[in-house]
């Protein structure tokens, strides 16, 4: 994963043709929105620094794979209508400047976007014609090749950066650079977009030469020849692409694209800042000339010589970083590469300064020595099997592993940013495997590891390059470069290279140890820090796997803080006649009621039982406390109170928090004599819960169905608690207008009148007796009618779309102390979910008849129920006879409506 130009950062405004889609089509084939204008430096605005390279866009697809890859995985089905020929792909063109080659929007379709309320119009361009698509296709692939090759010959130093395969390094960098030229035709063939560009990247640089050096150390503590060293090392980085290429073949296959992106980012950024580093020290040790592999050898570098060799490559990548923020044109960075090599030559013809007196001069001169010719067949010399020490590989197998996670990580973000300047999804699996089958070839041949080039790859997108013919270029003129029978070191001068490595450490550093500040969160923004120092200090897997965890140890820390609780105040789905609301609404806060999610562990088992006992109004003696135990217990409020703790969100406890909350939790209501209800508890919750004797079947904890079932069982109890003779008997039969009257004793303007309403309402209403299980109504039924409860119970529900394990029901708790059966109906799966139930003084049906629509759950009676049913016909004779009374009985409505709103406001807020 790698980015080798400046091209993905032009500020010119883009125009996105919006796609075409053909009659009949799902309107779900157009991909989502994007914005006209759209800043390429940033890549959807993460970036607002004027620096590309190497892996500056991987921050920039952080939110998207949080966002879409998971979802991609799961819905490659789904995805596949995008391959519908109806389809066109929305294409991305850059608006040209004074400077844009006009053959690169020859082709595009131009976006125009009307005032105010006017329609996008699109001008389609002409067919490009054949000639044209070589000729752009040429030119592309010439410009990809001018970046490429000095890329590739400086990642050739980074993977054989002992010095110790110095003198070999003219033929290593043509393995290097026929392994890129193995890796783009495999794209060029399998990839799924035509204008892909994969080539040896970074990500896997430093496993690579953490490999070849550790051999070179193994090998000369072995005292083994030049050739078994190489051998080793060739051989051996070679089984590692070829197994790489396999296992990542096997993860698309599987569709297990997702898990290698558990790799935590601030790690990986951790990472690819080491790799910064590395380029640096690596363009350093070129230059010079001296052997530096960590920040302790940098003073080899403090003498005039080093520093004279040195300077032209610093400056120069430091003049590229600024050259190519400033100048957003395409071509901007290959003619200065080109240019680099070209004004040396002609300042040494200008001096007189021969070939042989620059590779002499300040010591280690400006080129290196020449080796003859390098024929571009011997290379596979070097690859003997019988010279092999194989004693070295079970030391290598971690760098290999840790070499797999990233690879896969890196190549997923890839995917994902190309996806998203393309404008529609791409299967991850698909592309992971086809990175796969990339580096299988490309370890048969004996090359090292690669992927997607992003850079490229959009560089050659936004031409509209539609055909093949950009990876054909570039794959011939990285042969021609392979076939070469001279050693390119001996030519171009090494402060070029280590111009091209400081430009791609630069920007690395800075993106990832600077800019990344404002992308992570301040502990996120630590660890990619602690793992850069980690891996500076240590080596590869250690470092990273620190960095691992600490990204651990962040997250419980941060799990620990989040907030898992949610205090809730609300009504059970129950209509109560109005002498019990009255009672209810004045002990009410006798309902202590939170709502609990996530997975419940010991980190947060603390703070949920601090803000319980807090909204218990619980006093929690101290050791320096001076008060004696009967002064604690009169702080402490001594009325019932009943705690309700709802556990649909939680997706698990484990046992510490079992014993850390829950069981405290029990130990302070029995202490208090206060009541814990548990509602909707899964199976597994409920299983622990057993065992660790939190539910023990006694009169202070309680599992409940659900948490209006819990609300209702606890205010049933509060009306019987604070039952007294002055109060409206609980089960007392009342009349229509005893119903009718409840819902308006608050209102002043019927004071006088609301005794002659009533009489004149009475007649319209018609009385109705079901029996027990017997339907009022049902789903689908026409509502024409409201009904009010005079006496007995009805039921409202709905068909449950999935069933759980059910807590006891209320009914069952009636009853303490009583043990479940297998034939107790709380642990059968009901069929059916319950709404609310309707009490004497209550009323039903008024949602669906005032908005005219079927009956949307089923009414039962759970006992001897009688009601009174006004129908929608009498209701409008009411009102035409006595339009007083109708306005009283619609008011009735109005508060009922209201009343069944405030009942569920917490519910619907949530």
């Not at 200008?350 to 020595?369: F, I, K, M, N, P």
């Not at 995917?415 to 796969?436: C, K, P, W, Y």
């Not at 590891?449 to 560089?459: A, D, P, R, V």
């Not at 006891?808 to 479940?820: A, E, I, K, Q, T």
Request: net charge negative.
């Amino acid at each position: 994963m790698a980015s080798y130009n400046d091209f993905g950062r032009s500020t010119s405004p883009v125009n996105v043709s919006m796609p075409d889609v053909a009659p009949g089509s799902s309107s779900r084939h157009q991909p989502p929105p994007r914005a006209s204008m759209i800043n390429f430096g940033s890549l959807s605005g993460f970036f607002d620094s004027n620096f590309s390279n190497a892996a500056s866009y991987r921050s920039t697809t952080h939110e998207l794979l949080v966002r879409q890859s998971s979802a991609y995985d799961e819905q490659d089905n789904d995805n596949a209508d995008f391959d519908d020929p109806s389809y066109e792909q929305p294409l991305i063109q850059v608006r040209p400047n004074d400077s844009t080659s006009s053959l690169l929007n020859s082709s595009q379709p131009v976006a125009r976007y009307g005032g105010d309320g006017d329609e996008t119009t699109i001008d389609e361009p002409e067919p490009a014609t054949f000639r044209k698509q070589l000729i752009v296709g040429l030119l592309y692939g010439i410009i990809n090749s001018v970046i490429l090759v000095p890329v590739l010959i400086s990642f050739a130093q980074i993977i054989f950066r002992d010095p110790y395969y110095e003198k070999s390094m003219p033929y290593l960098i043509k393995l290097v650079i026929l392994s890129s030229s193995v890796h783009q035709m495999v794209f060029s063939g399998v990839s799924t977009l035509p204008f892909a560009i994969g080539q040896v990247q970074d990500a896997g640089l430093i496993f690579l030469s953490s490999m070849a050096s550790d051999i070179v150390a193994h090998g000369k503590a072995k005292d083994l020849g030049h050739d078994e060293i190489l051998s080793t090392t060739l051989c051996w980085l070679a089984i590692s692409t070829a197994s790489l290429g396999l296992a990542l073949y096997i993860t698309g296959k599987l569709k297990l694209a997702s898990l290698v992106q558990y790799l935590p980012l601030s790690v990986v950024a951790g990472y690819l800042a080491f790799i910064g580093l590395y380029c640096f020290e690596a363009g350093l040790s070129l230059m010079s000339g001296h052997e530096i592999l960590g920040p302790l050898d940098w003073g080899k570098l403090f003498n005039g010589e080093s520093m004279l060799l040195m300077c032209p490559g610093l400056l120069l990548g430091v003049a590229l970083v600024f050259i190519t923020g400033r100048f957003r044109h395409f071509a901007v960075l290959p003619c200065c590469l080109v240019a680099i090599p070209i004004l040396f030559h002609i300042t040494l013809l200008a001096a007189g300064v021969s070939l042989d007196e620059a590779r002499s001069a300040y010591g280690t001169g400006w080129l290196a020595a020449t080796t003859g010719e390098t024929h571009f067949w011997q290379v596979w010399e070097h690859y003997q099997f019988g010279k092999v020490d194989w004693s070295v590989i079970p030391k290598l197998l971690p760098t290999w592993v840790a070499m797999y996670f990233v690879v896969a990580f890196s190549s997923s973000l890839d995917v994902a940013a190309i996806q998203m300047e393309l404008g529609r999804a791409l299967d991850f699996n698909h592309e992971l495997s086809t990175v796969g089958i990339s580096n299988l070839v490309s370890g048969l041949t004996g090359g090292f590891t690669g992927s997607y080039i992003f850079s490229q790859t959009l560089f050659t997108m936004r031409a509209n390059i539609e055909s093949r013919i950009v990876g054909v270029i570039v794959v011939c003129l990285e042969l021609i470069t392979f076939t070469l029978p001279i050693s390119i070191l001996a030519f171009v001068p090494k402060f070029f290279f280590g111009s091209v490595l400081t430009f791609i450490a630069i920007d690395l550093i800075l993106s990832w140890l600077v800019f990344s500040y404002t992308l992570v969160h301040p502990w996120e923004y630590a660890i990619i820090w602690l793992t850069f120092i980690a891996i500076l200090f240590t080596n590869l897997e250690e470092g990273m796997a620190i960095g691992v965890g600490l990204s651990i140890i962040g997250f419980i820390l941060q799990y620990a803080n989040a907030k898992v609780t949610q205090r809730i105040h609300r009504s059970s789905n129950i209509q109560r006649g109005f002498a019990q609301r009255s009672s209810l609404a004045h002990h009410r806060s006798n309902i202590i009621s939170f709502k609990l999610s996530g997975h419940i562990f010991f980190g947060s088992s603390l703070s949920i039982l601090k803000e319980v006992k807090q909204a218990l109004n619980i006093v929690t003696p101290s050791l320096k406390s001076s008060k004696s135990t009967i002064d604690l217990l009169a702080a402490n409020d001594t009325e019932r109170k009943f705690l309700i703790l709802d556990l649909a969100r939680v997706s698990g406890i484990d046992a510490t928090a079992v014993r850390t909350c829950f069981l405290a939790l029990r130990q302070l209501c029995i202490q208090h004599r206060h009541v814990l209800l548990l509602s909707s508890v899964s199976e597994a919750n409920e299983r622990i819960l057993r065992r660790q004797s939190v539910l023990a079947d006694d009169a202070f904890v309680h599992n409940i169905g659900s948490l209006d079932e819990a609300l209702e069982w606890a205010e049933d109890e509060l009306l019987r608690m604070h039952a007294t003779t002055s109060d409206e008997p609980t089960f007392q039969r009342p009349t229509l207008e005893r119903v009718l009257s409840t819902f308006l004793l608050d209102d002043p303007s019927y004071d006088d009148e609301l005794g002659n309403q009533l009489e004149d309402a009475t007649p319209y209403f018609k009385q109705r007796v079901y029996q027990p299980s017997e339907t009022i109504f049902d789903i689908g039924d026409d509502s024409d009618s409201i009904y009010f409860v005079e006496a007995g119970e009805v039921i409202l529900a709905k068909a449950r779309e999935a069933t759980i394990r059910r807590g006891r029901s209320v009914r069952n708790l009636l009853r303490f102390g009583r043990r479940r059966t297998a034939s107790d109906p709380s642990t059968t799966q009901a069929s059916e979910q319950r709404l609310m139930r309707c009490c004497a003084g209550g009323s039903f049906g008024e949602m669906n008849f005032a908005l005219r629509q079927p009956r949307q759950f089923k009414a039962t009676a759970t006992q001897r129920t009688v009601l009174y049913e006004i129908d929608r016909l009498s209701l409008d004779d009411l009102s035409v006879a006595a339009p007083a009374a109708g306005a009283m009985v619609n008011r009735v409505l109005m508060k009922s409506l209201a009343l069944l709103l405030s009942n569920n406001l917490d519910s619907i807020v949530d």
